[in-house]
């Protein structure tokens, strides 16, 4: 795993970049790990005593990092790969979680 200092974005290309797909199997599993990069990097920033606001654009900042990720697969002509993973957004898993979607919402 890279730095968490690393911008989203890159850590989610990087991800692509490094990983060897050979199988659906092996797709769907990059798949769940792009999503854990995302959990992971806005769930660390959190702190207690947060306003609301920040955390919201916290969670904001990971979903337009996962669209400009999007953006820099479709620039190096991975389209298959950003035509799935636009689809499948971590914004839409997100918020297809109806816990996660209710806080979301009341922020």
């Known amino acids: ?7 989203l974005d890159n850590q989610l290309y990087n991800a692509i970049m490094h990983c060897s797909i050979n199988s659906t199997e092996d797709f769907a599993n990059l ?6 990069i ?8 959190l702190q207690l005593n947060m306003k609301k606001s920040e ?10 990092s996962w669209n ?6 479709r620039k190096d002509k991975y389209f298959f790969m950003a035509d799935f993973l ?6 839409d898993l997100f918020m297809k979680d109806e816990k996660l979607k209710e806080i979301y919402n009341n922020l």
Request: proline letters at 0%; hydrophobic letters at 35%; charged letters at 30%.
């Open 68 to 73: 400009l990720f999007i953006k820099r697969l």
């Open 86 to 91: 636009e689809k499948h957004s971590y914004k």
């Open 31 to 36: 798949t769940v790990n792009l999503y854990l």
């Open 55 to 64: 955390v919201k654009t916290i969670i904001d900042r990971t979903f337009a």
């Open 38 to 45: 995302c959990e992971k990097k806005w769930k660390s920033q």
């Open 1 to 7: 795993m890279e730095n968490s200092n690393t911008f």
